[in-house]
């Protein structure tokens, strides 16, 4: 089987029957559909069970978050790939599914494009990085969308998704994969899903930066390295006294201070 999509839920009836619908009348037909409810009271199991012919495994339960319940689906998951629509997330059209497997890709993440609808209006066109443009950099200030990423099932052998996190745990777990166990990835340019303005992704708050800078601080002495071989490339007698320097105890706060305003400063260009 080549594919389980993962769908999460908790009382959202009307975001999770838009979500089953786009699924279901997929083309492609090699794919297992699990559903994971938080123990909804709004009608959201009723309508699981209106389409219970087409799922393949489905429960309704209280969780403990977001990443519990997808671990949930992983476990119970038994194609080489995952996708994780969530409730109110919906597949870009019909043959995507198609589209995607006929490419007979091989990597262990494939991810493509994402658009934000808000009202069932096109609001945000998200295109992502060549592989080859990936780095820690990327993953500081974004992440691939879940919705439109396929992930080797074998890759949650190791390691599933942190539960300690409300909102970055995908993110967490990409910097792990890609950077960390350095796993083959394939960008595909074409939009796989879309997801509505307002859910738990697409909503800045107090909590999501909290999380953020956990990240950033767990994972900034990557980061240097990183930042070292991007500046570095062409050797020079001036540079190689420079990355002495920075291997100073005293320099190297000067250097995390000059990592993170040069990296502020690129996110303000990219939203300009």
């Known amino acids: 089987m080549q594919l389980s999509i993962i769908t999460i839920n908790l009382n959202n009836a009307k ?6 619908e786009s699924v279901v009348s997929q083309t492609f037909t090699d794919f297992e559909y699990i559903i994971i409810d938080g123990g909804s009271t709004d009608g959201s199991v009723d309508t699981i069970k209106q389409y219970s012919d087409k799922i393949a495994y489905w429960i309704s339960e209280p969780d403990k978050g977001i990443y519990n319940a997808m671990n949930k689906g992983i476990v119970q998951a038994k194609g080489k790939y995952c996708l994780f629509l969530n409730s ?9 599914l198609s589209s995607v497997f006929k490419l007979n890709l091989f990597q262990d993440i494939i991810y493509g494009n ?12 998200l295109t992502y990085p060549q592989e080859k443009n990936i780095s820690l950099f990327f993953f500081y200030s974004r992440t691939f969308p879940h919705q439109s990423t396929f992930i080797r099932k074998t890759l949650f052998d190791k390691r599933l998704f ?38 738990v992704g697409t909503v ?18 990557y980061l240097t390295t990183d930042f070292d071989h991007f500046l570095f490339l062409n050797s020079s007698p001036l540079m190689n006294e420079f990355v002495r320097l920075r291997k100073t105890t005293g320099f190297e706060k000067f250097i995390a201070k000059l990592v993170a305003f040069l990296i502020n400063i690129y996110s303000i260009f990219r939203k300009i």
Do not use: P
């Open 88 to 96: 109110g997330d919906w597949l870009a059209d019909k043959n995507i």
């Open 114 to 125: 994402l658009i934000i609808s808000k009202h069932g209006k096109d609001k945000q066109y």
């Open 204 to 221: 800045i708050n107090e909590l999501h930066l909290n999380e953020r800078k956990i990240l950033k601080e767990k994972y900034f002495k």
């Open 15 to 20: 975001g999770l029957r838009k979500t089953i």
């Open 162 to 199: 942190a539960e300690e996190y409300k909102i970055v745990s995908d993110v967490d777990f990409f910097i792990n994969a890609i950077i960390y166990d350095k796993v083959s990835i394939k960008y595909i340019n074409m939009v796989v899903s879309y997801m509505e303005d307002g859910g």
